[in-house]
């Protein structure tokens, strides 16, 4: 099985700064995408940002120019820099991990999911 660890979430000020981190572990062979959704009170998982293996990237409108999506060397981890954050960035930020290829399987994968907070 795969496991999406995230880390990074916490209250920040608006204007502040917040980096969420992910990392996957199992038997990994490979993944393909992965990126980051949120979900606010009340509304719908939505996507935040999405990268593919070889380093596309897309974005919500409501974030390009604001957020930045990588992924670290391994491929294995995914980082979202979140700048200039406003109150409407508030919600819980889950990532993901599409098609994940293991010695078992392959999975579409989902991790616990982390708080941010953006105060005005």
């Known amino acids: 099985q795969v496991q999406l660890v995230e880390s990074g979430g916490g209250l920040v000020q608006a204007g502040g700064s917040l980096r969420l981190s992910c990392a996957a572990s199992g038997r990994i062979f490979s993944i393909n995408d992965m990126g980051w959704y949120r979900q606010a009170p009340g509304k719908q998982r939505e996507l935040v940002a999405k990268i593919t293996r070889a380093g596309s990237t897309n974005y919500a409108d409501s974030v390009k120019g604001r957020f930045t999506i990588s992924r670290g060397n391994a491929k294995n981890t995914v980082y979202l820099q979140m700048t200039s954050l406003k109150p409407e960035d508030t919600a819980v930020y889950y990532c993901?991990?599409?098609?994940?290829?293991?010695?078992?399987?392959?999975?579409?994968?989902w991790g616990q999911g982390t708080q941010v907070t953006v105060s005005s």
């Open positions: 993901n991990a599409d098609l994940v290829v293991t010695a078992t399987g392959i999975y579409d994968s």
